[in-house]
């Protein structure tokens, strides 16, 4: 199982961003994925999961952020717009242990395997 996050950077308050989490080795569309930030000096935290019947969110995420996947490419996308500092972090993709961003999608727990982060910086 491979996941790779990418498209991480500097953008400035208010801007967008999308992120994509490229996944290889297991049926993908058969699983739940799920993003998780983590700042500096902070826990890491859920933003959004996504599976064949669900899309989650995170409070500080609706409304901002949006998330797709397109299971012929085997690759899942969090497009997050009006960006704050806050938002600055961290960000990692992850494979549910099934097909279901059930009610506790939100904790690390509730994953089995992780890509590696990819850096958004919110600043101007």
């Known amino acids: 199982v491979q996941l790779q996050a990418s498209g991480g950077g500097l953008v400035q308050p208010g801007g967008s961003r999308r992120l994509s989490c490229s996944a290889s080795?297991?049926?993908?569309?058969?699983?739940?994925i799920g993003w998780f930030r983590q700042a500096p000096g902070k826990e890491r935290e859920g933003v959004s999961c996504?599976?064949?019947?669900?899309?989650r969110y995170a409070d500080s995420a609706k409304g901002r952020f949006t998330i797709s996947r397109d299971n012929a490419k085997s690759t899942v996308y969090l497009q997050m717009n009006s960006l704050k500092p806050e938002d600055t972090a961290d960000y990692y993709c992850a494979k549910d242990y099934d097909n279901w961003c059930g009610s506790n999608w939100y904790l690390s727990s509730a994953y089995e395997s992780w890509g590696q982060g990819t850096l958004v910086t919110v600043s101007s």
């Open positions: 080795g297991f049926r993908f569309d058969n699983y739940g």
């Open positions: 996504i599976s064949r019947s669900k899309v």
